[in-house]
């Protein structure tokens, strides 16, 4: 279980390496691994054993900070916060990042060039998990469905906080999303 764990929590740190939205998942997923913890066990113990995946993603977290700390000179601020204000010039905010747009929560789900349920449809049958445990013909557990709903609308409203997503996100696909 501690491996798993630490593999879970390498996985985790590498989205955060790869890209900075993996830090939504990254904590989302050490709060799961906590619950899931948590089932079996007292706060105290679930909390020690969750460590393991901290342990797994502090390798990859630890790259990104030295590898911003070199060419930037400051581990903590996101490279965004390095470029030019005049590229963001026209947005509603002076990084490119703020409170979630409206138009970006839309067409996120359902923009022709982008949205999510448009390119995969069959998402939408999620929706039906409820039915599905009310008819009790659920196969998913149920916190495992609640976390899912929560980590879905975590990266839905994190990138309608991007405001480039409405110029940009056309060259981007659903990557995002997905």
């Not at 049958?125 to 980590?151: C, D, T």
Request: proline letters at 7%; a positive charge.
């Amino acid at each position: 279980e501690r491996w798993r764990l630490a593999g879970a929590g390498l996985l985790a740190g590498w989205a955060v390496l790869t890209d900075y939205s993996g830090a939504v998942a990254a904590g989302l997923l050490g709060l799961f691994a906590l619950a899931r913890q948590m089932k079996n066990k007292s706060f105290w113990p679930a909390f020690k054993n969750s460590l393991w995946f901290l342990a797994g993603a502090t390798g990859p977290v630890v790259l990104l900070l030295a590898y911003q700390w070199y060419c930037f000179g400051n581990p903590w601020l996101p490279v965004q916060y390095h470029m030019p204000k005049e590229w963001y010039q026209g947005y509603p905010s002076e990084r490119g990042f703020g409170w979630p747009l409206p138009a970006a929560l839309w067409g996120l789900l359902f923009h022709p060039l982008y949205g999510l349920l448009v390119f995969a449809p069959f998402l939408a049958l999620a929706l039906y998990h409820p039915v599905m445990i009310w008819r009790r013909k659920n196969r998913v557990p149920g916190q495992v469905a609640l976390f899912s709903g929560i980590f879905f609308v975590a990266f839905w409203v994190f990138f309608a906080c991007v405001h480039y997503t409405l110029r940009h996100q056309w060259q981007e696909g659903v990557r995002y999303m997905v």
